[in-house]
């Protein structure tokens, strides 16, 4: 099936480890994005890959980190530095094509830190 | 810088009533698209529609429809008999139009809507 694939779905951390969500896709896109989503509020950008290795800084990067090795891949790696890193997030690619464009999002994984 | 305000935090209105839910946007750019996703408890975002702002055609599917008013920054979303299957949190959000580029979306805060049967 095409799509995205975001693992694992629930993730639990202690305290001042860094961890690292995976994202895959084989929608052979090249935009991927990382959003967080806290309770109550709407997603917000946190990083975004035009290309491998290439990326770029959201409205909100601090204390995460990520890479683009591969086309189908973009790994966000929440540091110890991340104040407040339970979350629900997000992993996105989008197309583009003239005047059409079409966002896809994964199904999520939920951070949880102990 | 872009904005998208959701004004209403949520919304609760009982079985086969009709629905409206706001969005309000603030862009610079000349041309951009707007979107609403639709998230069910489960968590997953569901692309409902996408609208290019030089289109300003309003749209109906089935019992969703959009009216978009660009004079007022507005594209609000109506359901029309309401279901219960319609509960759920949904999103606006603006992109730019950036020709090719990989400009990130921004989302308004959510509208969780509940219908009660």
């Known amino acids: 099936d095409g799509g995205i694939t975001q693992s694992p779905k629930y993730l639990f951390r202690k305290e001042g480890q860094n961890v690292t969500l995976s994202c895959e896709q084989n929608?052979?896109?090249?935009?991927m994005y990382w959003y967080r989503q806290d309770p109550g509020q709407g997603l917000r950008l946190i990083y975004y890959?035009?290309?491998?290795?290439?990326?770029q800084k959201g409205d909100i990067a601090e204390g995460y980190s990520v890479s683009r090795e591969k086309k189908e891949s973009f790994p966000l790696t929440v540091t110890s530095a991340q104040k407040n890193p339970t979350a629900f997030y997000l992993c996105?690619?989008?197309?583009?094509?003239?005047?059409?464009?079409?966002?896809?999002f994964g199904p999520g994984t939920r951070l949880t830190v102990l | 810088a872009q904005k998208v305000t959701q004004a209403q935090t949520e919304i609760s209105v009982v079985e086969k009533e009709d629905v409206t839910l706001d969005c309000v946007y603030e862009?610079?750019?000349?041309?951009?698209?707007l979107f609403w996703y639709k998230q069910p408890p489960s968590g997953e975002l569901v692309f409902l529609i996408r609208?290019?702002?030089?289109?300003?055609q309003n749209e109906i599917s089935g019992r969703y429809s959009w009216n978009f008013q660009k004079s007022t920054s507005s594209f609000n979303f109506t359901i029309t008999a309401s279901q219960v299957v319609d509960s759920a949190v949904y999103f606006c959000?603006?992109?730019?139009?950036?020709?090719?580029?990989?400009?990130?979306?921004?989302f308004g805060k959510g509208t969780h809507l509940i219908i009660q049967p």
């Open positions: 996105a690619t989008k197309v583009q094509a003239g005047a059409s464009v079409e966002q896809f």
């Open positions: 929608l052979n896109h090249d935009a």
């Open positions: 890959s035009q290309i491998v290795n290439d990326f």
């Open positions: 862009t610079r750019d000349t041309t951009y698209y």
């Open positions: 609208r290019n702002s030089f289109d300003e």
């Open positions: 959000a603006l992109s730019a139009y950036s020709g090719g580029g990989a400009d990130g979306l921004t």
